[in-house]
């Protein structure tokens, strides 16, 4: 049977035709007045987009390869920071820390959970020598958001910098850098960005910036204050990747035509959509609060093998869904519903998990779970009173 092929991961996600078409251009030369004259239009928009006045640095890496140039920038050896690990990538902070050979210290919190502010609080007023905190605003291996608006309250009243992972929430749920008081925000190209992987961006705040201008660079490629420099001129420090700059630039097109609220709004109601239809088939959802508005992980039940499912899902039905991670491993489904993606992707996503469900076994769903799920989707989409979250009004 023919199925239309559906991407509907955390990442890399699907894009959009005119993205596409701007990856196909000819290519150009990225020292000369062509290029450079792009790179100023899109740095414009990229201050909307991460709401900030600071420059917003293109990487030719992966958002790994961003918050690598985050410690290796910010950050000499011997440092304290606090790494939040509530799950795979707040792990990975931890990790990056101690390559550069800083000290850690580490606040677990259970996965599926979100951090409680005061606990930061109280760790940075024990150990006043923590340098930084490094988090997650959302946490793609669970789909749980960080109350990061109010960590950065509280980590703006001390002399640590607040390092903000925004892989799976920029573009896809508000962050607005300055009005928040992050010190450094980072994202990635293949998630909300709706373009392939190889492109990250970063930014930082003044403060990061003298702490960066203060130290010998820890890193010969990744060197944020010449990355600065080279921007200034339109160009980056090394060979930039000009075709994911001309995705940029169409993709930023699309995510700003009608403003980033737009951009929010949808993105909440597909989160209402997909958690909604899910309950409805019977299934909890690992984050029961603090989720994302970009990617859902649903828990399954016992004796289901999530594996199998999810290849049945993909082989059967044309659905591509991605499975737990670490501890994870065979016990959730991952629902990507960020960037180009639509309700009646989500839809077919609910629909997949029933029926492979059912293959895989023997779990017999309630047959009304669509009707619920699209009716959860119109209601948030409506924007009616307190269905869409007060942190969605903070950019216009």
């Known amino acids: 049977m023919f199925n239309k092929q559906r991407l509907l991961t955390p990442g890399p996600t699907p894009l959009p035709e005119s993205v596409r078409l701007a990856l196909a251009r000819d290519m150009i030369h990225h020292r000369k007045s062509d290029f450079e004259n792009i790179m100023f239009s899109v740095q414009d928009r990229l201050h909307e987009l991460f709401g900030t006045s600071s420059p917003v640095l293109p990487l030719a890496c992966s958002g790994t390869g961003a918050m690598t140039a985050a410690v290796y920038s910010l950050f000499r050896p011997g440092e304290t920071v606090l790494v939040v690990n509530a799950g795979k990538f707040g792990e990975r902070w931890g990790e990056i820390a101690r390559s550069r050979g800083l000290k850690v210290v580490i606040l677990d919190v259970e996965w599926g959970q979100a951090v409680e502010p005061q606990k930061i609080a109280d760790m940075l007023a024990a150990r006043p020598d923590i340098s930084a905190v490094l988090l997650q605003l959302c946490e793609t291996s669970t789909g749980v958001l960080q109350p990061v608006r109010e960590i950065a309250a509280i980590v703006a009243k001390t002399d640590a910098l607040l390092v903000v992972d925004g892989i799976s929430a920029v573009g896809i749920s508000p962050c607005p850098m300055d ?64 075709n994911l700059i001309f995705g940029l630039q169409a993709s930023l097109d699309i995510l700003l035509e009608k403003g980033l609220r737009d951009v929010y709004a949808k993105q909440w109601a597909m989160t209402m959509l997909v958690r909604a239809g899910a309950r409805a088939i019977g299934l909890e959802m690992l984050a029961k609060n603090d989720y994302s508005w970009g990617v859902t992980a649903i ?30 491993k065979g016990k959730i489904v991952r629902i990507g519903h960020m960037g180009w993606v639509d309700w009646s992707d989500c839809l077919a996503a609910l629909y997949a998990i029933d029926r492979s469900l059912q293959l895989v076994g023997g779990y017999s769903a309630a047959r009304d779970y669509l009707e619920t799920a699209m009716a959860a989707y119109n209601l948030a989409l409506a924007g009616q009173p307190g269905v869409l979250p007060d942190s969605a009004q903070v950019r216009s």
């Open 299 to 328: 828990s399954l039940p016992e004796g289901i093998d999530g594996g199998k499912l999810l290849q049945v899902a993909r082989e059967k039905y044309g659905v591509c869904m991605a499975g737990g991670q670490d501890r994870l």
């Open 179 to 242: 009005e928040w008081k992050i010190d450094c925000l980072l994202t990635g190209s293949q998630k909300g960005l709706m373009l392939p992987p190889g492109l990250a961006l970063i930014a930082l705040s003044p403060r990061a910036w003298q702490k960066a201008e203060s130290m010998s660079p820890g890193c010969f490629y990744f060197n944020l204050p010449r990355e600065r420099d080279s921007l200034k001129k339109g160009q980056t420090l090394f060979t930039t990747p000009v």
